[in-house]
């Protein structure tokens, strides 16, 4: 064989060996078992804990992946502890990955992990490198259990989270059923990478059929630049809030999600940065709720910038003494539009509506402000180019609207009165309250004997309600 024809042949087999590694390393599936799985499920995985520092076979699971692919947790209880004294559980520092929890996958941070003064995570998304990561998703219907009761941690909401991000990453998703429960500090906490002032922003984002309950704070962003939130709930949370960028975040969209029964505010957008930049915030079609004293959503800030602002066909519940919605400084377009704010019969004080300080560029338009303990809307401290059409405020302590002393003032048809109407008779298939059929209940269908009767039955989907 001449010197040309081996090299040829060497050539080859390397890129055949090459295009195996890779084969086998993208979109491989690695299966994890507990160490009370079914027994059919440990004998088709690939590793299987035993109980103790589960955390070492997942962190081979998440190695073996060469480039790529799913490590599986299947059914059982999986117990972690920290990751050779390096203040977390797992690390997760490659592309292309989704840890998956099957149903009834059950993972808990082991007992004094995180014992007192002690600073660790359950999830540590990176190291701070500015190497960009793509495509890393961590996906139910499992259950990742922080274990708060028997890990006090050091006491600092921020050192001690179930998820803790330091990462630049293009593409990042949390949910298809994931529950995030019992953290000693955040459940998602951090974001992006922050090198020498250089931003390395969380890019592409999406949180969609995502729980978090019984953690110190639900989420604190920091650097994420296009977050799509879907289905998210999150309940009852500790000493701050459900919902808070610190450091910016921009096209931020949170749609049909129920954040409610923390201390903080549900959705709090105060910035404690400088130079931090809010902008391009949509928050639509959620039921929002506190208990404490800070406003259940809560716009403006003394450091930073939030522009373009819309706060759209929410529910939104005061159950604490802070009002529905909060604005203040540096807040610069705002549109409140067609929101339902309950002031709950008066438990607190306060407004439906109101400004801390000045902000500008305001539209309050088409909500419905009802039975708080104050104004419905408090236009004082001076915001200025305020618009209030359209508004039907009722039952409000104090008064319905207190007009604001601000340049640009706008009021028009807006309705109030001492006591509210009484709601209109529900239609039990209307659940949006749009006035037409948009649910079928099951056991009428399953009661249907013949095809005609069926098809009269799912031909009232989308009419008017009777």
């Not at 998440?62 to 690390?91: C, M, T």
């Not at 990176?126 to 219907?141: H, K, M, R």
Request: glycine share 14%; proline share 3%; with cysteine.
């Amino acid at each position: 064989m001449s010197n040309r024809q081996l090299i040829s042949t060497f050539t080859y087999a390397a890129l055949l060996v090459g295009l195996f590694v890779l084969l086998s390393g993208y979109q491989s599936v690695i299966i994890v078992a507990a160490v009370d799985s079914d027994p059919r499920a440990q004998s088709q995985a690939d590793y299987v804990c035993d109980g103790t520092d589960d955390q070492v076979q997942i962190q081979s699971a998440i190695s073996d992946l060469i480039v790529g692919g799913i490590v599986r947790l299947v059914a059982g209880n999986y117990s972690v502890g920290q990751n050779d004294s390096s203040g977390y559980s797992i690390l997760i520092d490659r592309s292309n990955l989704q840890i998956s929890f099957d149903l009834g996958a059950l993972l808990t941070l082991a007992d004094d992990t995180y014992a007192t003064g002690i600073e660790g995570h359950v999830f540590q998304f990176g190291t701070g490198a500015t190497t960009q990561f793509v495509n890393i998703q961590v996906v139910g219907p499992g259950t990742i259990d922080g274990n708060a009761l028997n890990n006090p941690g050091t006491g600092n909401r921020t050192d001690n989270c179930i998820f803790n991000i330091n990462m630049n990453i293009d593409g990042v998703r949390f949910g298809d059923g994931l529950r995030l429960t019992n953290g000693i500090g955040v459940g998602i906490n951090g974001g992006g990478v922050n090198n020498g002032g250089a931003m390395f922003p969380i890019t592409s984002a999406v949180f969609e059929h995502l729980r978090i309950d019984n953690v110190n704070e639900g989420w604190r962003g920091l650097r994420w630049d296009g977050l799509f939130v879907n289905d998210l709930c999150i309940l009852d949370w500790g000493k701050q809030d459900g919902f808070e960028p610190i450091t910016g975040v921009t096209n931020l969209h949170i749609q049909n999600s129920f954040i409610s029964g923390g201390t903080g505010s549900a959705i709090d957008i105060v910035l404690s940065n400088v130079n931090a930049v809010c902008d391009d915030i949509t928050i639509m079609n959620c039921t929002l709720s506190s208990i404490g004293s800070h406003g259940v959503v809560e716009l403006g800030t003394a450091n930073g910038t939030l522009t373009n602002v819309r706060l759209l066909g929410n529910t939104i519940l005061l159950a604490g003494s802070g009002a529905g919605v909060q604005m203040g400084a540096n807040l610069t377009g705002a549109l409140i539009a067609n929101n339902m704010i309950d002031g709950i019969n008066g438990v607190g004080a306060t407004d439906g509506i109101n400004f801390v300080s000045p902000a500008d560029g305001i539209e309050i338009i088409g909500n419905f402000i009802a039975n708080c303990g104050a104004w419905g809307i408090d236009g004082q401290n001076d915001p200025t180019n305020l618009t209030v059409y359209g508004n039907t405020n009722c039952n409000n302590v104090t008064g319905e609207i207190n007009a604001s002393a601000g340049s640009g003032y706008d009021a028009k048809g807006n309705f109030g009165q001492p006591d509210c109407p009484p709601p209109a008779t529900p239609c039990p298939t209307d659940i949006n309250g749009d006035g037409v059929t948009n649910v079928l209940h099951l056991i009428e269908l399953l009661g249907v004997t013949n095809v005609l009767d069926l098809i009269e039955l799912l031909l009232q989907f989308g009419q008017a309600c009777p």
